[in-house]
């Protein structure tokens, strides 16, 4: 399976400032995603990152809040902008690709003070 | 939209005993998936299901997807403590492939 790197790990921010996530996958996968799990809680998926095209966003989730990068198929980004306490929340990318099932980095902790 | 019901949503068992979880869902799925997460990393794929009816092992894990294609079920053998952590199910969108997941099951082993 893919290997999938993601950074930061971790940062704690001030709220109205935004963060860019960064995904490296190992190898080119077919599809990336962006998942969100706010603190106890499940994941939920935030968009579809698409190569060269905006990305698809799921019902409740809007590009100027989350805007998504996919220059090429191993790497993306996630912005979280204008942050606010309540997207204090582990950040996740997963890819998917031939032969082998969803994979998912370690996450991004992110906490808005 | 989509809806995955995960039970149960937590286990505290003796090491040793077998473990049993399953996720149910209103809509059709054409692939499940079980993941682990452990504290402070993401999840990490356990098992992938990719017929109805299909039955698979991964050393003390067994998981089958469900004839209607509405359910999964996984079992753990013989726990032991590192099996610890969350359990979540996962099914994959009959359209363009997103995951949907299960609520979780946390899972405590004593020793």
């Known amino acids: 399976s893919a290997v999938i790197s993601q950074k930061p790990s971790r940062d704690i921010c001030q709220r109205g400032t935004s963060l860019t996530i960064q995904c490296q996958v190992d190898?080119?996968?077919?599809?990336m995603f962006w998942y969100r799990q706010q603190p106890g809680q499940s994941l939920t998926l935030i968009a579809t990152?698409?190569?060269?095209?905006?990305?698809?966003?799921e019902s409740g989730f809007v590009i100027d809040k989350f805007p998504i990068s996919r220059p090429n198929l191993t790497f993306s980004t996630l912005t979280v902008s204008n942050m606010s306490p309540e997207d204090s929340s582990i950040y996740l990318c997963?890819?998917?690709?031939?032969?082998?099932?969803?994979?998912f980095g370690s996450g991004t902790r992110l906490t808005v003070v | 939209g989509q809806q995955l019901n995960q039970s149960p949503q937590s286990m505290f068992i003796q090491e040793g005993e077998d473990v049993s979880m399953n996720c149910t869902s209103s809509s059709i799925f054409n692939t499940w998936l079980w993941y682990k997460q452990d504290p402070g990393e993401g999840p990490v794929l356990l098992i992938a299901?990719?017929?109805?009816?299909e039955l698979t092992s991964n050393g003390r894990l067994t998981a089958q997807f469900g004839i209607t294609r509405k359910d999964s079920f996984l079992n753990i053998s013989a726990s032991i403590p590192s099996d610890v952590g969350i359990y979540f199910c996962a099914g994959r969108d009959t359209s363009y492939g997103k995951l949907t997941f299960g609520q979780g099951t946390i899972l405590t082993v004593h020793p």
């Open positions: 190898s080119q996968v077919t599809m």
């Open positions: 299901l990719y017929k109805a009816g």
């Open positions: 997963s890819a998917t690709g031939q032969g082998y099932g969803y994979t």
């Open positions: 990152a698409n190569q060269g095209s905006e990305a698809t966003y």
